[in-house]
T-cell receptor
């Protein structure tokens, strides 16, 4: 079984500032890692994923995340945020061996970008 | 390609009533998942269909919930009778069956409010 911890329920930030949303996971097996975003009144959209290879993963809208196996982390970063990045962000994991992606999600982090 | 479509987007019912949520997956996706987010909590797995068969229904809360996937196409999730604690957002997701990572595409969700 896996678990995901998103320590920050809300992250307020000013426009054009950098941001990091933290995600730590726990698993007894190797995992795939995902970040999903939910904009207001919309569904969950895949932001980026780590499956294998380079530990630095780039996603849509200028976001990137780095997989750190030793620290079991997959933090999401953006060097300069926009008002339009205001949304809820979810970190999720699935194990590599189940054959089916039953995702385990964190509680979500609300990113609030103000002018 | 059309995305995952869910209907209704919002349903308000009274305790004891019945509600049926519908999900139309992306055409050709064998895998269909239902997840639920209760307010303030994580998004949690409910069940997984492969075509018309239930592959995993370990996340279904109790026997008031009934999911079907007729002919391996669209799926319905019926709650009967609804209780207050069933309120939340119900997400549907679909994916192809692959030998590697199984990346889910989510719908916009159906918000259920039980009064």
């Amino acid at each position: 079984a896996q678990s995901v911890t998103q320590l920050d329920s809300q992250v307020p930030v000013f426009e054009e500032a950098p941001v990091e949303l933290r995600c730590n996971y726990s698993s007894s097996v190797s995992v795939y890692l995902f970040w999903y975003v939910q904009y207001p009144n919309q569904g969950l959209q895949l932001l980026l994923k780590y499956l294998s290879g380079s530990t630095l993963v780039k996603g849509i809208n200028g976001f990137e995340a780095e997989f750190n196996k030793s620290q079991t982390s997959f933090h999401l970063r953006k060097p300069s945020v926009h008002i339009s990045d205001t949304a809820e962000y979810f970190c999720a994991v699935s194990d590599q061996y189940s054959g089916y992606s039953t995702l385990t999600f964190g509680k979500g982090t609300m990113l609030l970008v103000s002018p | 390609e059309a995305g995952v479509t869910q209907f209704p987007s919002h349903s308000v019912i009274e305790k004891g009533q019945t509600v049926t949520l519908r999900c139309d997956p992306i055409s050709g996706h064998d895998n269909l998942y239902w997840y639920r987010r209760v307010m303030g909590k994580e998004i949690k797995f409910l069940l997984h269909f492969v075509k018309e068969s239930k592959q995993d229904e370990s996340g279904m809360p109790n026997n008031r919930f009934l999911a079907e996937r007729t002919g391996g196409t669209y799926s319905t999730l019926k709650v009967q009778p609804a209780e207050l604690e069933d309120s939340g957002v119900y997400f549907c997701a679909s994916s192809y069956t692959t030998s590697g990572a199984n990346v889910l595409t989510f719908g916009a969700g159906s918000r259920l409010t039980v009064l």
